[in-house]
């Protein structure tokens, strides 16, 4: 079960001619799944799904090696779809995005990022794409010389023994 | 349905470029601090 139809990526805020590729996709029910190795893509977009949870918290959270990030808070809410996030709630400059979710599979959500260049503005776009209307927010960072992220933690508030699924697009500098 | 298994606190990891998958096991500082976020989340998502 799960969410059945493998979703394409939507266009949005891009700065790179290249195609989107696929970079990993996939199920998983621990606690936590990283996708690691990332170096060397620009952007990202994200799409995750969680099993029906009484109350359950979605959380991506981007490693990297900046060590500055700068961001504006995004809240919205949408029936049992609300406060989706970007926080840099840890000192280690690792920042999150998230959301919260009372249903089921069909509350999903993507999220696409990227990251612009040294000193430059990373743009952040997130969409409930379960929607006919598009519900966009959006936030602005700025990574350090680096500028890259490493890897991607994917994770939930409630029990990790709940299935996930992931889908992870990305395109290279 | 998952929520009646006993969650194993692992972390599954996967890297890109190799295909490997490899998994981890929380250690019990980290089990202590995912269970402190899930309370505060759950606090504030019932108070919201």
Redesign the interface.
């Known amino acids: 079960m799960g969410y059945s139809v493998f979703p394409a990526p939507s266009s949005g805020i891009t700065t790179s001619n290249l195609e989107w590729v696929k ?2 996709s ?1 199920t ?11 170096a060397g893509y620009k952007s990202f977009k994200f799409f995750g799904a969680v ?3 009484t ?1 359950d ?1 979605m959380n991506l959270r981007l490693n990297g090696s900046s060590s500055a990030v700068y961001y504006q808070k995004m809240a919205f809410n949408r029936g049992d779809l ?2 989706a996030y970007v926080t840099t709630k840890n000192a280690d400059s690792n920042f999150f995005l998230g959301y ?1 979710t ?1 249903s089921d599979w069909n509350n999903t959500i993507e999220f696409e990022i990227t990251a612009a260049g040294s000193g430059m503005p990373t743009m952040i776009s997130v969409k409930n794409i379960q929607q006919s209307g598009v519900w966009q927010g959006w936030g602005t960072g700025v990574f350090d010389d680096t500028n890259e992220i490493t890897s991607m ?1 994917f994770f939930g ?7 996930r699924e992931f889908w992870l697009w990305g395109k290279t500098w | 349905m998952g929520e009646n298994m006993v969650e194993e606190f692992k972390e599954v990891i996967l890297d890109v470029k190799t295909g490997q998958v490899t998994e981890r096991q929380y250690t019990q500082e980290e089990i202590d601090a995912i269970l402190t976020y899930r309370a505060n989340k759950e606090q504030e998502n019932s108070s919201s």
């Open positions: 970079i990993a996939g998983f029910s621990g606690t936590s799944y990283t996708i690691s190795n990332l099993e029906a949870a109350s918290n609300h406060d919260t009372t933690t508030t409630a029990s990790g023994t709940l299935s």
